[in-house]
């Protein structure tokens, strides 16, 4: 799913930019569901509103969604173009700062997740196993 922005990079977000992390993360819930992952629906739903925020605030393109089960797995990847900077880890954040913690819920939350840069492009992306909510 590519989701267009509706802003320039460094602007601020628009209302309708502001509203697809939670499209985006109601339709991820529903996925997670349907695909046999109902168990782990919540932290999926988290974890790709998060990645959607940062494809957003740090992007200076669309934001690219995917995602999809394997047989153990549910995988996600948001990918988006020319970052203004590549997005926190967990290991870097002040806990003192107001933003900065999207990637510190994902690392809590998801069972293994990632950055990866690839050109212009940076995708972060993130996996859930079957089996209870941790």
Same mark, same amino acid.
Request: aromatic share 6%.
């Given at each position: 799913?590519?989701?267009?922005?509706?802003?320039?990079? =460094?602007?601020?977000?628009?209302?309708?930019?502001?509203?697809?992390?939670?499209?985006?993360?109601?339709?991820?819930?529903?996925?997670?569901?349907?695909?046999?992952? =109902?168990?782990?629906?919540?932290?999926v739903?988290?974890?790709?509103?998060?990645?959607?925020t940062?494809?957003?605030?740090?992007?200076?393109?669309?934001?690219?969604?995917?995602?999809?089960?394997?047989?153990?797995?549910l995988?996600?990847?948001?990918?988006?173009?020319?970052?203004?900077?590549?997005?926190?880890?967990?290991?870097?954040?002040?806990?003192?700062?107001?933003?900065?913690?999207?990637?510190?819920?994902?690392?809590?939350?998801?069972?293994?997740?990632?950055?990866?840069?690839?050109?212009?492009?940076?995708?972060?992306?993130?996996a859930?196993?079957?089996?209870?909510?941790?």
């Amino acid at each position: 799913m590519n989701l267009p922005r509706t802003t320039g990079p =460094g602007s601020p977000l628009t209302p309708e930019d502001r509203r697809r992390p939670g499209q985006v993360r109601r339709v991820g819930w529903a996925h997670a569901a349907l695909w046999g992952f =109902g168990a782990r629906a919540d932290a999926v739903g988290l974890c790709l509103s998060e990645l959607v925020t940062n494809g957003f605030v740090h992007g200076d393109g669309d934001v690219g969604v995917r995602m999809w089960p394997t047989q153990t797995q549910l995988c996600i990847e948001v990918s988006s173009s020319g970052p203004e900077r590549v997005p926190t880890t967990p290991s870097a954040v002040d806990l003192l700062d107001e933003g900065g913690r999207g990637l510190l819920l994902v690392a809590a939350h998801a069972d293994v997740w990632g950055i990866a840069e690839d050109g212009p492009l940076t995708r972060m992306w993130c996996a859930f196993g079957r089996g209870d909510a941790r």
